[in-house]
C-alpha cells in the first residue's frame, strides 16, 4: 500500500463571469480538497482575466448531474465536493454570484459547452 497512487480524477469545467459573456472552458485535475480547487480557478481566473476579477468570493462552484443533466448543484462543502469526484463523468460550472439562473438551458453559453461535451441530452 505504500507505494499506492491514487488514479488521477479530472473534469470538465466552464467559468462564466458576470457580464455572461466572458467565460474560460478546460479540463482540471481535482485535487482532494476543495480549498485546493478554489484555488486553481483563483489562478486561472488571475491567469486570464488579471487579479481584479480573481476573487473567489465573487464566483460559487457548481456541478452536473448527468442524471438531472438540467439543474447546477453547488459544490459548498468537502462532503459533497468528495461525491462529485467519485462520479464517472465530471462537468464543473463556475458561476459569477450575480448570475442568478441553476437551470442550464437558461444559460446559453453553458447549455452549449454542456451540449458539446455530453451531447445526449
Excluded at 13 to 27: K, M
Excluded at 104 to 112: G, M, Q, Y
Aim: one cysteine or more; proline letters at 3%; glycine letters at 4%.
Amino acid at each position: 500500500m505504500e507505494n499506492y497512487v491514487p488514479p488521477e480524477v479530472g473534469a470538465d469545467f466552464f467559468l462564466l463571469y458576470r457580464d455572461n459573456y466572458s467565460f474560460l472552458e478546460g479540463w482540471i485535475c481535482l485535487d482532494d480538497k476543495l480549498e485546493s480547487l478554489r484555488h486553481l480557478f483563483h489562478e486561472e481566473i488571475e491567469f486570464a482575466w488579471g487579479s481584479e476579477y480573481s476573487d473567489m468570493n465573487n464566483y460559487r462552484i457548481y456541478h452536473i448531474d448527468v442524471e438531472d443533466k438540467n439543474y447546477l448543484k453547488e459544490i459548498n462543502d468537502q462532503h459533497y465536493y468528495q461525491e462529485v469526484r467519485g462520479k464517472d463523468r465530471i462537468f464543473l460550472v463556475i458561476l459569477h454570484k450575480h448570475i442568478e439562473y441553476r437551470y442550464i438551458e437558461n444559460i446559453p453559453l453553458v447549455f452549449e459547452w454542456f451540449q458539446k461535451h455530453f451531447p445526449t441530452i
